[in-house]
């Protein structure tokens, strides 16, 4: 079973081939053209992937020493994601399957965040929570089974990884600012200074507040003064980065106090976070849990987590035809 995936859901094309359970390639082409605009500008992202998806897509095959016409199925992400860049993605597949007559799958790409714990080794076990945490999503997942998910806790506004990059705007920080966060949080103090959690009800999350009481707090620190932010950097992106993982950590417990599950995993983009990786493994440690974190490869946006998913799907002959369409808010 040879599986060619591809994603393009936002501003990263990828492609991966997996063959018989191994991952052969899994190349992905960033878009640098955001940075000066602080933010993915749909427009530029599909083109973009127009671009890359041909080398791209080329590259993953020779990588993987494989040719065209040794593929099994052709996998892509339905959603959810921009639209534009999603049709790139899904045309390309569509056009590829049509040509070399064989089977194509859609994949959601917030489930396949998820099954990208099945890659490598040591793979969750069922059932178990995933907190998916990324650039437009933090939802805690019920996993009964590799295609059985629920989501049973979400943001009811900003996704954590926007929470992230929004913050590292206000103190300067060129886009996307979550890794620079991460970076200079390691030099600084967590306890310096303070920002309200706010109310969050049930399983669900919410950013906004946080989002606020750090404009505010940069703005009334800079009257006093100016240099504020240039003389505290560390202190005050370990202090924001150790609010973000506390209110992370507080619902992802609950969960696992009202479900009973002991095996907890995190994926998507912010699960890259170093401080929230440690902070996870000694929570787990001190609340006898089984922790999975992905590779660093697998946690932000890329096609080889396409494919783990398009493999669950194969093997139950769950293809798709071509008529289909991208779904930006595709749910599960
Ligand atoms: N080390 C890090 N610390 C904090 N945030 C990080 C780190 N590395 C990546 N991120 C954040 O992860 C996000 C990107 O993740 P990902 O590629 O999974 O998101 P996305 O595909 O844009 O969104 P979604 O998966 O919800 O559609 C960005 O917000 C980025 O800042
Ligand atoms: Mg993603």
Same mark, same amino acid.
Request: with cysteine; glycine share 8%; charged share 15%.
């Given at each position: 079973m /040879?599986?060619l ?22 190349v992905?082409a ?18 973009a ?7 791209v897509?080329?590259r ?6 494989l040719?065209k016409?040794?593929l ?6 339905r ?13 390309f597949? #569509? ?22 714990h $099945? ?17 437009g999503h ?6 009964? &089974?590799?295609?059985?998910?629920t989501i049973i806790g979400?943001t ?12 590292a ?10 890794p620079?966060?991460? #970076? ?7 306890l310096?200074f ?13 950013f ?8 505010? $707090?940069?703005?009334d620190?800079k ?6 932010? &240039? ?6 992106c370990?202090s ?5 993982i ?6 992802l ?17 912010? &699960?890259? /976070? ?15 849990w089984?922790?999975?974190i992905?590779s660093f ?5 890329n ?6 998913a ?12 071509q ?8 749910? $599960?």
């Amino acid at each position: 079973m /040879n599986i060619l995936a591809i994603e393009s859901s936002c501003d990263e094309t990828s492609a991966a081939v997996l063959a018989n359970g191994h991952m052969l390639s899994n190349v992905i082409a960033t878009q640098l053209i955001h940075e000066q605009y602080g933010g993915v500008v749909p427009e530029l992202a599909s083109r973009a992937h127009q671009q890359h998806i041909l080398p791209v897509v080329e590259r993953a095959l020779a990588d993987a020493n494989l040719p065209k016409n040794a593929l099994s199925a052709i996998a892509f992400t339905r959603g959810p994601g921009l639209l534009g860049s999603l049709l790139v993605g899904a045309s390309f597949a #569509k056009a590829l399957a049509l040509g070399l007559n064989i089977p194509l799958i859609e994949v959601n790409h917030m489930q396949a965040h998820v099954l990208a714990h $099945f890659i490598e080794d040591p793979k969750p076990v069922f059932p178990f929570l995933c907190l998916t945490v990324s650039g437009g999503h933090t939802q805690l997942v019920r996993v009964d &089974s590799p295609l059985t998910m629920t989501i049973i806790g979400q943001t009811m506004d900003d996704a954590v990884g926007e929470a992230f990059d929004k913050s590292a705007k206000l103190l300067g920080l060129p886009y996307p600012g979550g890794p620079l966060i991460d #970076k200079y949080a390691k030099e600084g103090d967590p306890l310096k200074f303070r920002f309200p959690m706010g109310e969050m009800p049930n399983l669900d999350f919410s950013f906004s507040g946080i989002k606020t009481a750090i404009l505010y $707090f940069l703005r009334d620190n800079k009257k006093i003064n100016p240099d504020f932010v &240039s003389q505290n950097l560390p202190d005050i992106c370990a202090s924001i980065q150790h609010t973000l993982i506390q209110m992370l950590l507080t619902k992802l417990k609950r969960a696992a106090r009202e479900t009973g599950i002991r095996d907890i995993a995190i994926a998507g983009g912010v &699960s890259a /976070n170093s401080g929230l990786r440690t902070a996870l493994t000694q929570l787990g440690a001190a609340q006898g849990w089984s922790i999975y974190i992905p590779s660093f490869d697998y946690c932000t946006d890329n096609a080889a987590m396409i494919a783990m998913a398009a493999q669950f799907k194969y093997e139950q002959g769950d293809f798709t035809d071509q008529t289909i369409s991208p779904l930006p808010r595709m749910s $599960f």
